[in-house]
């Protein structure tokens, strides 16, 4: 049996507490009230029972309560269970782990981190396994252990500096969670002679700086023997301040700016490059606000945004693209006027306004090739319908609105269908009864404020019977339970089916406030108008501007050229810079900045890996000796671990005390009834 | 006064102690006593003016003259004052002792609560027939001091100053006598209710200032049975309720000298009240309280035949 913390037996030295107190209970047994004792005298007790002990068992029990206490927290554990012996280990398995995020190409803190690792590298002796990672926003493999192992003994550490040689910082940010776990899972179960490893050493190089991700290592299963040494380089390195361009809603540009904690400045200069005038911003140590960026100068889409006032300059620059605007065009499948308010053209042509985001053009009787939604107003010829549900199957969006009983052979050749049958439905006017808030057309209306559709009269619509076949969806239906709305796939696309139109003969629904959202949900639903993001991170894949076609040209900050093929992402973005992506005629630009994160570079606390479970060990520069003592502790604690007698010990300590409650209650009852009435 | 055993008198038909401490009202404790023991009045010893014909009395010159039998002169010549005799009748202080000594009961209750039942049953038996009634409680010093009254209210405030539990520390009888014997100036009935475990020496004096103030006294000695027994199975560390003191005490061995000496320090102060013309009765608290009231009575029977004499410096031997 041996003991973790050995010097926690001296506790049971607290025994000599009960045995005091049960003889010093004996000569001050019971004190019985007297009214006066100025007729007595005091006389001595007898001498020989003051030493005399009582209670033997309560006083036996009250012991071993204090010495299972004292033995708990000694940890005690069985040696014979540690499975790994230092005598007869091999070489020890070392893993270099070295940051190389975008924050560590701080100045002069690359090339310190380098050399820390090629010392470790240098150390490792020809019994050890050595590995060596990389990591910013992925880990990557520079040597594995297999390789380690295959090359000559004399030339491994040659050659593995020689790979550290060739490794520069990225523009990425840190994913210092993801590297610990995943460099944690390389350590091999054995060495290649099948004997256990001496010892698990995973040297983490990095400057740890507050902005690293620290994803997945809360609660992470660290295999057996795995100590993290960290080797935190780039500490006498400046405060720092970064800024990062976001995604424009509107037309002016938002820029989140932050300051490190560890700042001494709160000033700051924020101007496009090449623009001498720009805006003075006020930010205190350890925040993050957004401000409005300075305006673009006229007829640039794009440009840099450069933050003056910080001392760190590898995170001072963003990148703006602005966003395209997408042509958006609506095919309009009908003969009707443009200018006669009781057809439904009328309304179409004017329900999509222009955004900043797109630009909707609605084409009456146009070509469905390179249409991204349909109307269809009223009953088609075979031949059209044959086309449109064609176009449909290819992925398209269409809206029918059922006119009439003469729309029932177009609603059945869309589907594809042997009859449908469209009838007039009686009565003086509907309205809605049950609206399906879930589904994304009547999504942002599922508030109070905007979910009545009670105004909203329907003087004519149309009934018909949705086969079951067909999978429908019914987000909107009238009080009479007949479909208002139907939404039913068609191929890879689908067909929304209308009850009833918008001109002033069937509803007033083109005279509600709620027309124009609920036709541009319609378009955005059919996907037609999806606005296309222009700013990225580095790391993140940008999607291709266009779905079918030929090759996308894809041109780099640094002037590569990529070629892919079109709906392929592109993930080369590990550059900042401004991406240009050439389609045919059309060039579109994409702005990839730096994360934010990485210019938070104020220094990690230094108990925060540790409070998430990662079982650091000591940090470099101890001696062979002090290591090897400190790996038989951290065995000897691995092991009682695993054990745990400590808890059977508490255990043991609560049954004796819940037995020494119950006999003393039990004495004590019994010296009271003994005991004469006062 | 030789007590009887508490369980005989308790068969003989009077209220068991143990059965009345247990009603918690003191006033009703006292009724309960009372009832059955109305006795009639006492004989004033006082003569005043009133309207009831005692004696004549010679005129002397100088007395005032409202009271001359004018009749009696036109008769006989003779200047004569009538006497009629006192209504005012008795005026009783009752002096309760509440050191903490008093708090000691071997029974259910303890001696002050038997003490104060007492004083409560002299109190609304000497009410309930017209007498004054004022009380002194006491410890080291005197506590509350209601001067003798019989007015209605007065004997409510008895009770509420009676009910108030003992908080003194030391018995000291010479300071709450002589306090006693500033504050009753007329004469009248003392009884002094008390377990008198105090040294004797000052007792003499100041109960003689207060016979020499022509007050009539009684004096009950309240014990516990077990105070006169000393029946303890075992050795013990004792201690003393008003000093806080220890004392470790075999009672196999320390038995016969207490009650040598507690029989010793009885047998002084009865010396002192037979000196100075008084009863004494020592109560046990086992004992029915009618049996106490019944000693009063009697002693208050005997009083026309106690010669008062004066006090010839008694010794407690």
Request: proline residues 7%; glycine residues 8%.
């Amino acid at each position: 049996m041996n003991f973790l913390t050995p010097w926690f037996l001296l506790g049971a030295l607290a025994v000599a507490g009960p045995i005091l107190f049960h003889l010093i209970r004996r000569a001050a047994r019971e004190r019985l009230p007297f009214s006066s004792l100025m007729f007595l005298k005091p006389a001595p007790p007898r001498a020989t029972r003051r030493r005399k002990l009582e209670h033997l068992l309560l006083l036996l029990l009250r012991c071993l309560c204090l010495v299972a206490l004292a033995a708990a927290f000694a940890r005690p554990f069985l040696a014979g269970d540690n499975s790994l012996p230092v005598a007869t280990a091999a070489g020890r398995q070392l893993i270099v782990l070295l940051d190389t995020s975008a924050s560590m190409r701080r100045g002069g803190v690359w090339e310190e981190a380098r050399a820390v690792a090629e010392k470790y590298i240098g150390q490792a002796g020809a019994a050890d396994q050595v590995a060596v990672l990389t990591f910013d926003r992925q880990p990557r493999t520079l040597a594995a252990f297999a390789e380690w192992a295959a090359w000559p003994v004399d030339e491994r550490a040659a050659l593995a500096r020689q790979r550290l040689a060739s490794v520069s910082p990225s523009w990425m940010g840190t994913a210092l969670g993801l590297a610990l776990t995943t460099a944690a899972e390389q350590f091999p179960g054995t060495s290649p002679d099948g004997k256990p490893p001496e010892r698990r050493d995973l040297v983490l190089i990095s400057d740890l700086q507050e902005g690293a991700r620290l994803d997945g290592l809360q609660g992470h299963d660290w295999p057996v023997g795995v100590r993290v040494r960290i080797e935190r380089v780039g500490q006498k390195q400046p405060a720092n301040a970064g800024l990062e361009i976001l995604d424009p809603a509107d037309n002016s540009i938002h820029v989140r700016v932050t300051n490190s904690r560890d700042s001494k400045r709160d000033k700051f200069h924020l101007a496009w490059a090449g623009v001498n005038t720009g805006v003075d911003v006020y930010l205190p140590p350890g925040e993050t606000r957004t401000f409005t960026a300075p305006k673009l100068p006229a007829g640039m889409t794009s440009g840099v945004l450069q933050l003056s006032g910080g001392e760190g300059n590898f995170d001072n620059l963003s990148y703006y693209a602005a966003r395209e605007v997408q042509p958006v065009k609506v095919s309009y499948l009908g003969p009707d006027s443009t200018n006669d308010p009781a057809q439904l053209l009328y309304y179409v042509q004017r329900v999509f306004p222009a955004t900043v985001r797109r630009t909707v053009q609605v084409a009456p009787g146009g070509p469905l090739n390179d249409a991204a939604f349909a109307v269809i107003p009223g009953p088609l010829t075979p031949d059209q319908s044959a086309t449109v549900r064609e176009w449909l199957k290819g992925g398209k969006c269409a809206l029918l609105v059922l006119s009439g009983a003469s729309s029932g052979p177009t609603l059945s050749a869309l589907l594809g269908l042997e009859e449908v049958s469209v009838t007039e439905a009686a009565g003086e006017y509907a309205l809605l009864g049950e609206i399906d808030f879930k589904h994304p057309i009547f999504a942002p209306f599922d508030d109070p404020r905007f979910s009545d559709f009670t105004h909203i009269h329907f003087w004519k619509h149309r009934r018909w019977e949705i086969p079951p076949s067909l999978q429908a969806r019914v987000p909107a239906r009238f009080d009479d339970g007949s479909p208002m709305l139907a939404q039913i796939p068609v191929g890879k696309g689908f067909l929304l089916v209308l009850a009833s139109g918008w001109t002033p003969a069937d509803s007033q629904l083109a005279v509600s406030s709620k027309f124009p959202p609920l036709m541009e949900r319609m378009l955005d639903w059919s996907g037609a108008g999806t606005p296309a993001r222009a700013q990225f991170r580095t790391g993140e894949a940008i999607p291709s501007p266009v779905s079918s076609g030929g090759e996308v040209q894809w041109q780099k900050p640094d002037g590569k050229q990529v070629a892919l093929p079109a709906g392929a992402d592109f993930v080369e973005t590990d550059l900042p810079g401004i991406y240009s992506a050439l389609d045919g005629k059309v060039a579109r630009r994409f702005a990839v900045n730096l994360p934010l994160e990485e210019s938070r570079t104020a220094p990690l606390p230094q108990d925060e890996l540790g409070r998430l479970g990662v079982p650091l060990g000591p940090v470099g520069g101890q001696s062979r000796v002090e290591s090897r003592a400190y790996l038989r502790h951290a065995q000897d604690a691995e092991v009682e671990g695993r054990q745990k007698i400590w808890r059977w010990l508490i255990v043991a300590a609560l049954a004796i005390t819940f037995g020494e409650v119950i006999l003393g209650g039990w004495l004590a009852r019994r010296l009271a009834a003994a005991a004469p009435t006062p | 006064m030789p007590a009887a055993p508490p369980a005989r008198l308790s068969e003989a038909g009077f209220v068991d102690p143990k059965a009345l401490m247990a009603i918690r009202n003191l006033e009703l404790r006292a009724r309960v006593v009372v009832e059955g023991f109305w006795n009639g009045l006492h004989r004033s010893p006082y003569h005043g003016f009133s309207v009831e014909f005692t004696e004549y009395r010679p005129y002397s010159p100088g007395e005032d003259t409202r009271y001359l039998d004018w009749r009696l002169y036109a008769r006989s010549d003779r200047y004569y004052v009538k006497r009629f005799e006192d209504e005012t009748n008795l005026r009783c202080h009752l002096l309760v002792d509440q050191s903490r000594s008093m708090g000691y009961g071997s029974l259910t209750y303890s001696k002050s609560d038997y003490a104060r039942t007492f004083a409560a049953t002299l109190a609304w038996f000497l009410h309930d027939q017209g007498d004054a009634v004022g009380l002194f409680t006491f410890d080291e010093r005197v506590r509350d001091y209601f001067p003798p009254r019989h007015r209605q209210g007065h004997l409510r405030q008895l009770m509420l100053a009676l009910e108030r539990e003992p908080e003194g520390r030391a018995t000291h009888l010479g300071q709450p006598l002589r306090r006693a014997a500033e504050l009753a100036r007329k004469r009248g009935l003392i009884v002094l209710i008390s377990d008198l475990l105090a040294p004797v020496d000052e007792l003499e004096r100041h109960l003689a200032r207060l016979v020499a103030a022509g007050h009539e006294l009684v004096v009950f000695q309240v014990l516990d049975p077990n105070e006169l027994a000393f029946d303890f199975p075992r050795a013990a560390l004792f201690q003393d309720m008003e000093s806080r003191q220890d004392y470790f005490i075999d009672p196999g061995v320390a038995r016969a000298e207490y009650q040598r000496q507690l029989n010793d320090h009885a047998a002084a102060v009865e010396a002192i009240c037979r000196n100075l013309g008084f009863a004494f009765h020592r109560v046990l608290t086992g004992r029915p309280l009618e049996l106490a009231l019944l000693d009063f009575l009697r002693s208050r029977a005997r009083r026309g035949k106690l010669i008062r004499r004066r006090p010839q410096r008694a010794s407690p031997s």
